[in-house]
């Protein structure tokens, strides 16, 4: 069984945004909802000054404390490492948001369902079709793209990504790309202060 | 470096970003939780009926109201006994439900004696301690939390019971006003009078110590900090929490006369401070930012 995770380069970044574009298409998400983003920042001081991407995403981790907070059981995480939630047992407490370290998660409110992308509680064809996949009420984040992993594709960001920024991979296989560029590029997962030991790697 | 220290807030920048998935109503219910908890607890030690059934019912139905208001599934709400082994609310619910069964009990049997000595003595520990449950767990399920540098400080479980104590000590002196445990008893007046300054100072210093940890302890902490106390939320918090929550209700505590509208006061101004905090300290939760990844890396 594979333990899927995710490298991201922040050297061939460029802050385009395709992924979270093609999340929200793949995904269906609705208005305001993003599963994975692309942060921009100004570091330096003047004249010497350079923006930079850090692309972001929910990042698996194997001691998720999503999971341990959970009161329901909802969030799970399956054996091959992807945290999944399972909107059937979600009560939308919030504790799972509070309790992410990354911000990944959201609740999604009735508003973000029925107003629809250009308000006036008129949904598009496009948005119609993906409204069976969430129930209002629930937290949603992104599953890293289960169902395409599951059907042998990548994620639907890694996909997209122009400058294969994204790396996706098993990180148990010593031959996987995204296991060789953690060991060679001195991968490093966010905010290991917190405990929480992220599928998640940024080299630079 | 430049673009640092800044809330982000939901846009595409790195920075600090503002929790809200908690907000009023889950101040509401975790102010009714600890309040009702705590007047039940100090009321029992005196089997003041009218005390314990004000805790029960402020336990039962605002506590359990504001959750039911907050929840985007209240009707699944059972769920959330399911996961006690590893879930601060888990455990908290199993607790309002023992808190229920046996508190409701206890004042049944108080009012009218209808249990064996053993049982009723049972039931009144159960209660008793399902009451303390009540009055610590969401501290620790805010502590749990280690994404939010204001909340994750170990003080959290020791501000909610200070605060609960300091609610049920308070409001047993108005609730128990002119009945026979206080007025044929001033020691006992007098007593719960000096607990209450103390618990108010204690207070006091637990609430500064948990922001001066969070001030250290990360980004976000800074910042969440500098809101309470210079920022957007300053003239609410240093006023209510501090001043009227603390300091100004101690102070009346201690040149209190024995005067109904006078204990009503003191309990007014500091369930207000208290209602303050709760609300203020949800609003000014922040993450911190997950990286600023290309500025450490390359520095």
């Known amino acids: 069984m594979a ?63 999503c999971e341990s907070a959970c009161p329901t059981g909802a969030t799970y995480t399956r054996p091959d490492g992807i945290v999944m939630v399972d909107r059937n047992k979600c009560i939308g407490c919030g504790t799972c948001i509070v309790a992410c370290p990354y911000d990944q998660r959201t609740r999604l409110e009735p508003e973000m369902l029925h107003e629809g992308l250009f308000g006036g509680g008129r949904l598009t064809p496009f948005e119609e079709q993906g409204i069976g996949r969430f129930t209002v009420g629930t937290v949603v984040k992104c599953t890293f793209c289960h169902e395409r992993v599951d059907a042998g594709q990548l994620p639907a960001c890694v996909a997209t990504c122009p400058t294969e920024a994204r790396i996706f991979g098993d990180l148990d296989d010593p031959a996987s790309r995204p296991r060789q560029l953690i060991l060679e590029r001195r991968g490093r997962q966010p905010l290991p202060e917190k405990n929480t030991n992220p599928r998640v790697f940024y080299i630079d | ?179 026979p445990f206080l007025a044929e008893r001033p020691d006992s007046v007098r007593l719960l009078q000096v607990l209450a300054v103390a618990l108010m100072l204690y207070g006091l210093v637990t609430v500064l110590s948990l922001l001066h940890g969070a001030r250290h302890a990360s980004e976000g902490g800074r910042l969440s900090v500098a809101m309470l106390l210079e920022g957007s939320f300053a003239r609410w918090f240093v006023p209510l929490v501090i001043g009227a929550g603390f300091v100004v209700s101690a102070l009346m505590m201690l040149a209190a006369p024995p005067a109904f509208a006078w204990m009503l006061a003191v309990a007014g101004l500091e369930l207000t401070g208290y209602y303050a905090f709760r609300v203020l300290v949800f609003k000014a939760g922040s993450y911190d930012p997950a990286l600023s990844l290309a500025y450490r890396f390359r520095h």
């Open chain 1, 3 to 65: 333990t899927w995770g995710m490298v991201f380069d922040l050297r061939r970044c460029i802050g385009c945004n395709a992924c979270a574009v093609a999340c929200k298409q793949e995904n269906s998400l609705p208005d305001g909802v993003f599963f994975t983003k692309t942060l921009s920042e100004e570091v330096g001081e003047y004249p010497d000054v350079t923006r930079s991407y850090v692309p972001t995403i929910c990042n698996h981790c194997e001691d998720a404390p």
């Open chain 2, 1 to 179: 470096m430049i673009a640092s220290n800044r809330i982000a807030d939901g846009t595409f920048r790195v920075g600090v970003g503002l929790q809200k998935a908690w907000g009023v109503q889950m101040a509401t219910a975790f102010f009714f939780g600890e309040a009702g908890a705590g007047l039940y607890f100090v009321a029992q030690f005196f089997d003041f009926v009218l005390g314990m059934v004000a805790g029960l019912v402020m336990v039962l139905f605002g506590k359990a109201g504001g959750h039911v208001l907050h929840l985007g599934q209240p009707l699944r709400g059972w769920r959330a006994l399911t996961k006690v082994r590893t879930s601060w609310v888990s455990r908290g619910l199993a607790a309002i439900l023992a808190f229920a069964v046996a508190g409701s009990l206890h004042v049944v049997d108080v009012s009218a004696g209808v249990l064996p000595a053993g049982v009723s003595q049972l039931v009144a520990a159960v209660a008793l301690v399902a009451c303390f449950v009540i009055m610590v767990y969401q501290g620790f399920a805010m502590s749990h939390s280690t994404a939010i540098a204001l909340w994750s400080g170990g003080l959290m479980p020791v501000a909610s019971l200070t605060y609960a104590l300091l609610n049920g000590v308070l409001l047993t002196l108005v609730f128990g006003f002119g009945e």
